[in-house]
């Protein structure tokens, strides 16, 4: 789908809490082999994305790729619009990245964001302390 607007930013991890709900090999190291985990996360965005986000992950591990889904809840501003919403974050991860698509979802947006609609695109290869880019198109 064409949107009407794309902006990118930058995001840095500010905050990432990991806990096993599954281990099926039941190992005991920290992340499973097979099993999957739930990881409370902050972000900090800046650039055209100014603000930040509060993000719940379900993480799968399984050899090669594995599902991640979760639910961010942003608060900030997007291209001077002022507000919040939530994000579905629906992706993968092996031992090489992180690939995601973000789904604005509609119906949870406030303020200035109220009526966004659009999705973002992310990819994590590695660690970074200048933070990631993320790239949104939407219209509002």
Known sequence: MTRQHTT????????WDE???VDIDGDGKQLP??????????????GAIEGTGT????????P????????EHFTG????????LVLQHVGEHDAEAVRATLHVLEGLGTGGLEGLRGEATV???????????ISLAYDL
């Not at 993000?55 to 399984?62: E, G, H, M, P, V």
């Not at 090669?64 to 639910?71: E, L, N, Q, S």
């Open 77 to 84: 501003s997007i291209d001077g619009h002022d507000g919040s």
């Open 64 to 71: 090669g790729a594995a599902p991640v889904v979760g639910f």
């Open 123 to 133: 990819e994590l290869a590695g660690h970074s302390d200048d933070g990631y880019e």
């Open 33 to 46: 082999q097979r099993g999957f985990t739930r990881a409370d996360v902050t972000y900090a965005y800046s």
């Open 8 to 15: 990118t930013a930058r995001f840095t991890v500010t905050g």
């Open 19 to 21: 806990q096993v709900v």
């Open 55 to 62: 993000l719940t992950y379900l993480i799968s591990y399984r």
